[in-house]
């Protein structure tokens, strides 16, 4: 199954009929089930894990990901759809929880 999504102005294509926004788009699964990177399945150097969290925007019912900011105290982004900015502070006694949602 083939699906199409509208986004902003541009279409997605996705050949899987199940789409996973848990899973890191960098994991490739290979024929025998391990996975494995990009840069490691054409023989160069690991890429950097960059730390994340997945946010659900209420403002426009849409799924993204933050990411960490190079000072490493918090973690920033917009909103996909309409760019609404996001900063989720770092620091003690703070959630261990990776998902969120965002109004």
Known sequence: MCVLI???NFKITMSQ?????SSDPDQKSTKSGSSQSDSQAFG???REVR?????????CRTYGRI?????????V???PMCAARVNVPIG?????SRFFSAS
Do not use: T
């Not at 009929?17 to 926004?21: K, N, T, W």
């Open 67 to 75: 990411y960490r900011n190079n000072s490493r105290n918090a973690y």
């Open 51 to 59: 730390p994340f969290l997945g946010i659900q925007f209420k403002c």
């Open 77 to 79: 982004g917009n909103c």
């Open 44 to 46: 160069s150097l690991p």
């Open 6 to 8: 509208h986004y902003a």
């Open 17 to 21: 009929s199940q789409f996973d926004s």
């Open 92 to 96: 003690g006694g703070g959630s261990s």
